[in-house]
């Protein structure tokens, strides 16, 4: 049971105050300011429907915001898809589900507990992903270095020395010129080796130094 809808604008604005002084102080680590954050966004349940979603969303705001992001390659809706009664559970604590009787400012070790275990078993994953991709754990620490769009196209290499803007363009959607544009920029920082100039025989390689990753 929410708050009296008079009261609603008040404690969005408290905690919309609460996250921006947690996020710029850093008193709190990130991941405890994200939990804290979807369960006061929930209680407060400003809408009449889709508050669980808008949560979320909010939680990964601040996470990724705040260095958590990872380049979008995890996602927390994974861990509380696989059980979702676990997830409503760890949300339903406090003496009284209703606001004024002790939701609102109920004990939130049990959630924050729940939360902080859901981001150790997506960065767990992520890490074991990784691994798996590039041969072993030492080629992990090189693929941080990559953006997502660097890491399809590392893909490619793996059927073939050589790749065109075309194929590079298929596989990430765009168009050739934006691929021709970011092919460009590879090369100026040593990620790709231009071979031929004109349009039909312009090709490209990888540098030496990320060929350990398609071994």
Known sequence: M???????PRLMKELVDLINQ?????????????????????????YYDGNG?????????????????????????EYYARNLAAYYAALDIG???????????????PWVGYF????????????????????GPDGSALLRELD???????????????????????????HRRTALNWCQAWVADGFLIQQGDAQKSRRYELTEKWLSLID
């Open 22 to 46: 947690q996020v710029a102080t850093r008193a709190l680590p990130v991941p405890l300011i994200a939990a804290l954050v979807h369960y006061q966004f929930a209680t407060i349940h400003p």
């Open 95 to 109: 003496d009284s589900h209703n606001y004024s009787m002790g939701r609102g400012n109920a004990d939130l070790t």
């Open 53 to 77: 979603r808008t949560a979320r969303l909010l939680t990964n705001q601040v996470l990724h915001q705040s260095g958590y992001g990872l380049h979008g390659i995890y996602s927390l809706e």
């Open 148 to 174: 997502q769009r660097q890491k399809r196209v590392i893909a490619l290499f793996r059927e073939s020395r050589f790749i065109t803007t075309r194929e590079i363009s298929e596989e990430l959607g765009v």
């Open 116 to 135: 902080c275990a859901g981001m150790a078993e997506s960065f767990s994953q992520v890490r074991a992903k990784l691994s798996e991709q590039s041969g």
């Open 2 to 8: 929410p708050p009296e809808a008079p009261d609603v």
